[in-house]
Antibody, heavy 119, light 106 residues
Framework: QITLKESGPTVVKPTETLTLTCSFS??????????VGWVRQPPGKAPEWLSF???????RYTPSLRSRLSISKDTSKNQVVLTMTNLDPVDTATYYC???????????WGQGTLVTVSS | IVLTQSPATLSLSPGERATLSCRAS??????LAWYQQKPGQPPRLLIY???NRATGIPARFSGSGSGTDFTLTISSLEPEDSAVYYC?????????FGQGTKVDIK
């Protein structure tokens, strides 16, 4: 059974750095066919892909946020960490951890964590 | 690639047919998926590869299209189909979502 769970702060001050951890089970992030990534969704808006990492450690970042994002994995702990710098209130959103493979049918989401950026 | 969904809102009665549209700014071949999202829940995959139902998805949901024009059809609406529906492509990075169509059941 594949599960993913997000953890991290619920409130962050403007200009601070956000660190989110995705803890997963039921699969290994060790091959080029497997990715774990992050999607965020501001209240009442559409989801937005931020970043993902392959099992080979290859990474992708959405161009508009590339300078503020960093993604990494710890295979031994089955975790993926996303860091976003210089937070702004517009970054307030539910952040989801997502697992996909090269098979289009494989699609697994965590329950999400709401992060509010406020002073 | 920008995905544009229409209409923004659809208000229909149980048993009616719902037709949701998604148009891509550039061809996404068949790398188009549809998601259903209810309040407080993550998106749920309904259709992948433009026309394939995901595991456990009822047969009343069907997808069609290729290239730039896609359709999600719900053949006979059930009360539990009230949700926001998003199309999504993963043909090239960045992967994007449409802005969503809200389906209200009268």
């Amino acid at each position: 059974q594949i599960t993913l769970k997000e953890s991290g702060p619920t409130v962050v001050k403007p200009t601070e750095t956000l660190t989110l951890t995705c803890s997963f089970s039921g699969f290994s992030l060790t091959t080029a066919q497997v990715v774990v990534g992050w999607v965020r969704q501001p209240p009442g808006k559409a989801p937005e892909w931020l970043s993902f990492i392959y099992g080979t450690d290859d990474k992708r970042y959405t161009p508009s946020l590339r300078s503020r994002l960093s993604i990494s994995k710890d295979t031994s702990k089955n975790q993926v960490v996303l860091t976003m710098t210089n937070l702004d209130p517009v970054d307030t959103a539910t952040y989801y951890c997502v697992h996909k493979t090269t098979s289009l049918r494989d699609d697994y989401w965590g329950q999400g964590t709401l992060v509010t950026v406020s002073s | 690639i920008v995905l544009t969904q229409s209409p923004a809102t659809l208000s229909l009665s149980p048993g009616e047919r719902a037709t949701l549209s998604c148009r891509a700014s550039h061809s996404v071949s068949s790398f188009l998926a549809w998601y259903q999202q209810k309040p407080g829940q993550p998106p749920r995959l309904l259709i992948y590869g433009a026309s394939n139902r995901a595991t456990g998805i009822p047969a009343r949901f069907s997808g069609s299209g290729s290239g730039t024009d896609f359709t999600l059809t719900i053949s006979s609406l059930e009360p539990e189909d009230s949700a926001v529906y998003y199309c999504h492509h993963r043909v090239t990075w960045p992967w994007t979502f449409g802005q969503g169509t809200k389906v209200d059941i009268k």
